[in-house]
């Protein structure tokens, strides 16, 4: 196989490998759901832009295997009504973060919270983390749900 082929192949197995991501978003009735409930308010990040903020998620923020270590997060607080969370959050933007297999989304945490059980329901645990990567909430499918300053370990 001569470099141009190569070339050729790696661009295909780019375009095969996108066309069954968006497919397998495509067959996500949950996901959906979510997005519509999100309005055009509702971004789906590029593959791109998600790899960078899930990265920085993953890196930022320490983690337990059932959730995040809230241990190590010297400034948080259980949400124990949601209205509560518009009184700690700085940030207006937030993304919205499942698991690495699924979409990221960017909205503004008026519309998230107003719409959270559709958020919620497309997977266990619901991530919100702001915008500047300082501000985390955290939707556990046990523990509840906590909000925590990251930068303030």
């Known amino acids: ?4 082929q190569k070339e050729r192949f790696e661009q295909l197995k ?16 949950l996901l959906l759901e979510c997005m519509e409930a999100l309005g055009p308010g509702g971004e789906v990040l590029g593959q791109e832009e998600k790899n960078i903020v899930y990265c920085n998620f993953k890196n930022n ?6 959730g995040i270590d809230w241990k190590q997060i010297h400034l948080h607080n259980k949400i124990n009504k ?23 989304i960017i909205c503004d945490i008026v519309t998230i919270i107003r719409h959270i ?8 645990d619901t991530w919100l983390l702001s915008v500047d ?21």
Do not use: S
Not at 21 to 28: C, L, S, Y
Not at 61 to 66: A, C, D, M, N
Not at 117 to 124: G, I, N, S, T, W
Not at 133 to 153: A, C, P, Q, S, W
């Open 117 to 124: 059980d559709d958020v919620c329901a497309v997977e266990f």
């Open 1 to 4: 196989m001569n470099f141009e």
């Open 82 to 104: 949601l209205e509560d969370i518009f009184e700690k959050c700085r940030c207006k933007k937030f993304y919205i973060i499942w698991c690495d297999e699924l979409p990221i």
């Open 133 to 153: 990567y300082k501000e985390i909430i955290e939707f556990h499918h046990d523990l509840g749900n906590t909000y925590g300053m990251v930068n303030e370990r």
């Open 61 to 66: 923020i320490p983690f337990l295997p059932g």
């Open 14 to 29: 780019k375009a095969n490998k996108e066309r069954q991501r968006q497919e397998k978003i495509e067959r996500n009735v």
